[in-house]
């Protein structure tokens, strides 16, 4: 789903997303038409401008991930702005580029996080990284949260490196439901990817039983 209040460089990102193979299930201008479509059609990713009428793209962030975690969602913005970059990480975007991105950037970067790969702009991986890196050592001094059972089960798991798909038929669970508990942890922890939970994890000693 492509999300911006700019027709002509709406359509511009769907004719290349179309293009390169990838199926736009929907469109949008605003924020809450974004979320009623993306109830509607439930596309993997959504490629999502910040400056949208309201609710702005950062809450539709938080929406779209609320309603569907294993979604994936690439702010596509003009804004390289510190606070915008870390409210839109925050909210669970995967992936930020800056709108001077070139087309096959932008398809790179989609192709990415669909596969939940963090994507980022030059300069801004660094910025978020920092700020990946100060959350953890504020959650090491703070109290730890509190895991279910099964999210501390999957958690030792992806600490050994296995994959969702992996961790799914040892567990006899569907890769959904593991992505699910995956995407709960990492809110929990306040973390944003897997590498960042990995690290998390082996500190934690949970790869060594």
Do not use: C
């Amino acid at each position: 789903m492509v999300v911006d209040d700019h027709p002509m460089w709406r359509d511009a990102v769907e004719r290349d997303l179309a293009t390169a193979g990838f199926e736009v299930v929907a469109t949008a201008s605003t924020g809450r038409e974004a979320i009623t479509r993306f109830a509607a059609t439930r596309p993997d990713v959504v490629v999502l401008d910040l400056q949208i009428p309201e609710p702005d793209g950062v809450q539709v962030t938080t929406e779209v991930v609320a309603l569907h975690p294993t979604t994936k969602v690439l702010i596509l913005s003009a804004s390289g702005e510190q606070n915008d970059v870390l409210a839109a990480v925050k909210a669970g975007a995967t992936g930020y580029l800056i709108k001077s991105a070139s087309r096959e950037e932008l398809l790179d970067a989609v192709r990415s996080v669909a596969a939940g790969d963090p994507v980022f702009t030059p300069g801004l991986a660094g910025l978020v990284l920092g700020e990946f890196q100060q959350s953890a050592d504020t959650e090491v001094r703070g109290d730890k949260p509190t895991l279910t059972d099964r999210e501390t089960e999957i958690l030792k798991l992806v600490a050994k490196g296995l994959s969702y798909r992996q961790i799914a038929d040892r567990l006899v669970l569907s890769h959904r439901t593991v992505q699910n508990h995956v995407q709960n942890t990492l809110r929990k922890l306040q973390m944003h990817n897997r590498v960042e939970l990995t690290r998390y994890a082996i500190e934690q000693g949970l790869d060594a039983d």
